[in-house]
DNA sequence: ACGTTTCGAGAAAACGCTTTCTCAGGATTC
DNA sequence: GAATCCTGAGAAAGCGTTTTCTCGAAACGT
């Protein structure tokens, strides 16, 4: 097209230029190839030096082929979990040199579709990070968005490596604890319909009731956020369980907040579990007992699949599962006669 | 060079091909240029659906000289503030269709020039938040990085509209409100060194220490994390003060979990405040007064402005206060006798 | 001293697009 | 009916790199 030439930035021809020698000779010095002579080297190297050019990123993305840049796509960047997660995977991916790109779908699940692929053909790999589309759609997706690694979601198709969090595992350690404290009537304030997290605790709430014939266990709605929790409390009360297994550590301070604003004591008349173990967790009074996962290292992980994807087009297919870790804190405790 | 031609991907060729018409015809066709025949816009809108091509962003960006992305860089992505001005950010670039591209410096002032630098020009502009480096590097680094919109931090380049808290005004606010129940002997649990927000409270506070020389002010080490509070207890007993002004919310909430479990209450034996009202603040027992930051806004609030510099390569300069809003919980109250 | 390798650097193609330039063919005008 | 104006689409240039190709010159061996 030819707009203007010579546009604001200095380029690669300014600096072969000013060294009086060719395009190509600048861009070989410039990636340290050695087939140059030691002399011309150095005066490309001063005249860059002096221009202070920086090779332009884009045309070398085209040209190479890759753009050293992954993206991560979540449901909701206001979660601290995703948030540990993001955390996690850029901090390892910096270490390697990669950036990464944010998208956050506002739980919207029509919209992942669309961000994942916009976001993948930006980059050189993917992380979808709990999708709540469906399983026809995500199966659907996942061949075109290769590479990609599933955080919290798994797929058929076999390239796609999967990090998932053992929630069931981890909700059952959570209430086996409150039966060893002498509860026999449990509450779990579920989440999110449609988060597959929330389907694998209940998942392992069948089998706690299978296994405990003798507690009652009692499932009430909820959701994913602090206000789920603080308006749980009635609900809760009304239950008469004296032990809460929350959905996680945000609806667990909710309730926590709710309950001592009713005056109702934790853990003398109830007891109440979280699960993730944010940060914040081991601050509340009293602090919480919940069930501990290695948020940020399962970013930490999921870029080391990715980068093993980016590097092998033919990396070894990988199921990771992370087990919770059961922290047991201030907020559970025998009921008080 | 010509490595393979025909890269996995399809690309406009494959298109052009399959409509029978040439690379251009298809280009304008996918930008919705109108000097197309109908007829033949058809047959390439088929042809691109068929073979579910999408334009390979790289191309275009190079051909078009934006990327259609931003970047940001924080000094720590574990900071709830920098997760909130994030999440703004993200949110609002999105809804113009921009995506960002994120960098932390992991509080490593020396980092941060190489990083803004290399963000920079993978994108369309810069923001950049709360940056740890001297104001000489910073006024030097400018120049090169615009369009890029500063947070808590200003320089003298016009260009570049600066978002500032008034921190100043806050904590004085915060003090005066402790002064109203009846404190007189206050004390600041300082944060980092490096923090130019640090250097504005501490200014808001000589004004105050002028405005009410009978109430004594004194001034502690500390630091941005909840630890730095938790640790903090033994000094701040010490100090004798009866009201603490916490360098931010963190800071605050570790003080009263490390004051609840020496058994000091709050806020009958001692009153504290935080800064910033994070998500978590009015849900810590007792809730905690502290100085509102709209944080979230900010964050878009610094979209607005970039995408201004964005569009009018001279847009006005530019420079927000942010005036906090004081929140009252039940973490500060009059001394009980 | 001459043919053969080796070496180093420039020319040019390629990456995948957008857009200007150009030009054929049909519509319009006198 | 010929000169002129549109219209629409292909050819080609350009975005800023990297890398292959190519080729002159220097170094080598006999």
């Given at each position: 097209?030819?707009?203007?030439?010579?546009?604001?930035?200095?380029?690669?021809?300014?600096?072969?230029?000013?060294?009086?020698?060719?395009?190509?000779?600048?861009?070989?010095?410039?990636?340290?190839?050695?087939?140059?002579?030691?002399a011309i080297a150095q005066r490309v190297r001063d005249a860059a030096a002096e221009l202070n050019y920086q090779p332009n990123p884009v045309g070398r993305s085209l040209a190479l082929g890759k753009t050293d840049t992954i993206g991560i796509v979540v449901p909701d960047l206001a979660n601290p979990t995703f948030q540990a997660i993001l955390r996690g995977l850029s901090m390892a991916a910096a270490q390697d040199g990669y950036r990464v790109l944010i998208a956050?779908?506002?739980?919207?699940?029509?919209?992942?579709?669309?961000?994942?692929?916009?976001?993948?053909?930006?980059?050189?790999?993917?992380?979808?990070?709990?999708?709540?589309?469906?399983?026809?759609?995500?199966?659907?997706?996942?061949?075109?968005?290769?590479?990609?690694?599933?955080?919290?979601?798994?797929?058929?198709?076999?390239?796609?490596?999967?990090?998932?969090?053992?929630?069931?595992?981890?909700?059952?350690?959570?209430?086996?604890?409150?039966?060893?404290?002498?509860?026999?009537?449990?509450?779990?304030?579920?989440?999110?319909?449609?988060?597959?997290?929330?389907?694998?605790?209940?998942?392992g709430l069948d089998k706690f009731r299978a296994a405990h014939p003798g507690v009652e266990l009692r499932m009430l709605e909820g959701g994913s956020s602090?206000?789920?929790?603080?308006?749980?409390?009635?609900?809760?009360?009304?239950?008469?369980?004296?032990?809460?297994?929350?959905?996680?550590?945000?609806?667990?301070?909710?309730?926590?907040?709710?309950?001592?604003?009713?005056g109702v004591r934790v853990p003398e008349d109830i007891s109440i579990t979280g699960f993730d173990d944010i940060p914040f967790a081991r601050y509340t009074t009293p602090p919480l007992t919940t069930a501990a996962v290695p948020i940020t290292e399962l970013g930490e992980h999921a870029w080391h699949s990715l980068r093993a994807l980016i590097r092998n087009a033919e990396a070894p297919e990988e199921e990771s599962t992370f087990q919770p870790r059961l922290e047991i804190r201030g907020s559970t405790g025998p009921l008080a006669k």
């Open positions: 097209m030819g707009r203007r030439t010579g546009s604001g930035r200095i380029g690669i021809a300014d600096v072969a230029l000013k060294a009086g020698v060719s395009h190509a000779t600048v861009s070989r010095v410039m990636n340290g190839n050695f087939t140059v002579d030691p956050d779908s506002s739980e919207v699940s029509s919209e992942e579709a669309i961000l994942a692929g916009e976001a993948r053909r930006r980059c050189d790999g993917l992380v979808l990070c709990a999708p709540r589309m469906g399983d026809a759609e995500l199966e659907e997706l996942a061949p075109s968005l290769h590479p990609m690694v599933l955080i919290n979601r798994s797929t058929t198709e076999s390239r796609v490596p999967s990090l998932e969090v053992d929630y069931s595992q981890g909700v059952q350690e959570l209430a086996e604890h409150l039966v060893d404290l002498g509860h026999t009537s449990i509450a779990f304030l579920a989440g999110p319909a449609r988060s597959a997290s929330n389907r694998a605790r209940m998942a602090f206000e789920t929790g603080h308006e749980a409390v009635d609900e809760v009360l009304a239950s008469g369980a004296t032990g809460v297994l929350a959905f996680n550590d945000l609806v667990a301070m909710g309730l926590l907040s709710g309950l001592h604003e009713r």
